[in-house]
Every structure is written in structure tokens, then in C-alpha cells.
């Protein structure tokens, strides 16, 4: 019983040992390899009150914060990839998150996300909602039932 014990106890650490450096090398794919950068310059006109803050979406946490050099450009080098990331523009003097861009998702055949446009009027999201609550209005009128 022992024998066959060993036997499988060295099966086992073989198998794990010769499957190691592939997942190793996988976590380190995903690390550290992506790019997010753009510029902001339709929202900002003196750049140093302004910085870019780089956010997690998963995690809500900030991963990093970038100063807009004097073309009103970012860069966040050096990402994880398959991480969601929001970019999010804001004002120094008062730390407050002047709008949002994103989110962007980096992959291994999408490392890098480098025509990011700061644009606070360009509000898709609030569109998508003007148009979800005219539609659920227009649904709601439409399947009224009549008077008889």
C-alpha cells in the first residue's frame, strides 16, 4: 500500500511541477502589459489643475493618477489586462471628478486603448437613458388597454 502511496503522491507533484511554469507565465501575460492614453484637451484649458485618474471598475479602487502634460495628454502604462478601467478627468483645486470616460477592457489581442477623448458634453450614457425611458413611455402608452 505504501508503494502505490508514493507512486501517486510523485504522479501528482510531477504533474503540478511540469504545469507550473505555463500558469506562471499566463499571470504574468495578463500583468502589466496594457496601455490606456488620450487626451482631454475639448474640457481642459490650463492643465494644471487638471489630472487623470485611472479606476477600476471591479474593485471601485484607483489604480493610478496621471498629470496632463502641455498638450492635455495622459498615459497609464503597464496595466493588468482583463480588468475594466474607467478614466476619470478631475479638477485639482477642488478634487472633485469633473466626468468619465470608459469603461475600456484590455486583452491580449487589445493591449492598448491610445485614442481615449475626454469629452464631459458627450454623455452616451445619459443618451441610452433618454431613450430607455422614451421607449418604456412609448411601450407603456401603447399597451394601454381601452375603455369598453
Known amino acids: 500500500m505504501s508503494m ?3 507512486i501517486a503522491l510523485t504522479l501528482v507533484a510531477a504533474l503540478t511541477v511540469g504545469t507550473l511554469p505555463a500558469v506562471v507565465g499566463a ?3 495578463s500583468q502589466g502589459n496594457g496601455v490606456i492614453s488620450g487626451k482631454a484637451n475639448d474640457e481642459v ?3 494644471s489643475d487638471f ?3 485611472l479606476r477600476d471598475v471591479g474593485t471601485g479602487q484607483l489604480v493610478a493618477t496621471s498629470a496632463l502634460d ?3 495628454r495622459f498615459s497609464f502604462k503597464n496595466l493588468t489586462l ?3 478601467y474607467l478614466v476619470e478627468l478631475v479638477r485639482v483645486s477642488n478634487n472633485k471628478i469633473v ?3 470608459g469603461p475600456y477592457v484590455l486583452t491580449t489581442t487589445n493591449i492598448a486603448k491610445t485614442d481615449v477623448n475626454i469629452n464631459c458634453g458627450a454623455n452616451p450614457a445619459a443618451w441610452w437613458l433618454l431613450g430607455a425611458g422614451g421607449a418604456a413611455t412609448a411601450i407603456a402608452f401603447g399597451v394601454r388597454s381601452p375603455k369598453g
Open 27 to 29: 499571470q504574468a501575460q
Open 82 to 84: 482583463s480588468q475594466r
Open 4 to 6: 502505490k502511496r508514493s
Open 45 to 47: 484649458k490650463k492643465p
Open 70 to 72: 502641455n498638450q492635455v
Open 51 to 53: 489630472a487623470v485618474q
Open 99 to 101: 466626468c468619465t470616460e
